[in-house]
């Protein structure tokens, strides 16, 4: 079960290993209009093997302001569970955090606190951008500029301007996990109408491109839609995995930036 409650816990949106090219964009200069501090979203996790969704774990997503080393900065939170039927089979309790420059959208601190079937993982990365490092519990590691983490990552995409791309565009950016540094990016689709567990909306459609040998098949065949208004709300993710499927649902929000106007018809 443990790649199922990944698959929410992550989003699985931004996180997949991809085969990119040299960036001929950046994943730099962006700055806030998406999201405000005391923002929650919950997301359902359903796993499909038989032609049938079933409900397995939850991921809630969390924004507060704080200050952080003199800095202004968004303290985000991704905490994922297994239900308690999964929970027999294998229990999953994890927590990710980030601090986001509020300035830059940089993450400045990165928390990563996993429990999975008894297996721990305690990772906790600080960005020095200015000397290109992230220090972490296993070393001083090189990286990119614009370098974001698992979290930040998806705050900083929902505040991409997708008007600017054509569908079948690349919007390429630099990931920190794992003391390495991932070069990815994402492919915009275009806009469509989806039908979530939560409702109808006018979407925005993109892919990431994943190889195999992570928990998702290789190619582009992850689909992640975001609300076609301005709070770029992720609305659903529907990947293939080694066995069945996954869908991974907004199922409640809090204290958006703005009206969901991309809302077009409840369930």
């Not at 501090?37 to 969704?53: D, H, P, Q, R």
């Not at 008007?163 to 275009?190: A, N, Q, T, W």
Request: glycine share 8%; net charge positive.
């Amino acid at each position: 079960m443990n790649i199922i409650v990944k698959a929410g816990i992550l989003l699985a949106v931004l996180s997949g290993y991809s085969q990119a090219q040299e960036p001929k964009d950046t994943f730099c200069g962006i700055k806030n209009t998406a999201f405000v501090a005391g923002e929650v979203i919950t997301m359902k996790v359903f796993y499909n093997s038989l032609g049938v969704y079933i409900g397995a774990g939850e991921a809630t997503f969390t924004s507060s302001l704080e200050r952080f080393n003199g800095k202004s900065v968004y303290h985000c939170v991704g905490e994922g569970k297994s239900y308690s039927f999964f929970d027999n089979f294998f229990k999953v309790r994890d927590r990710y955090e980030t601090y986001i420059d509020t300035s830059s959208m940089l993450p400045v601190k990165f928390i990563r606190n996993v429990d999975e079937g008894g297996y721990k993982i305690y990772n906790n990365v600080t960005f020095n951008h200015s000397a290109g490092t992230a220090i972490t519990t296993k070393g001083v590691f090189k990286t990119t500029s614009c370098i974001q983490d698992v979290i930040s990552a998806i705050y900083y995409a929902r505040n991409i301007n997708f008007d600017k791309y054509k569908p079948g565009d690349k919007i390429p950016f630099d990931m920190f996990l794992d003391d390495e540094v991932y070069h990815l990016y994402i492919r915009y689709i275009g806009k469509e109408n989806v039908k979530t567990r939560y409702g109808k909306f006018r979407a925005i459609k993109f892919k990431p491109l994943l190889i195999k040998g992570t928990m998702f098949d290789g190619g582009e065949k992850m689909t992640a839609w975001v609300s076609d208004d301005p709070n770029h709300l992720i609305l659903r993710v529907e990947s293939p995995i080694a066995v069945g499927s996954v869908k991974v649902d907004m199922y409640g929000y809090k204290n958006l930036r703005y009206p969901l106007t991309s809302l077009v018809g409840l369930r």
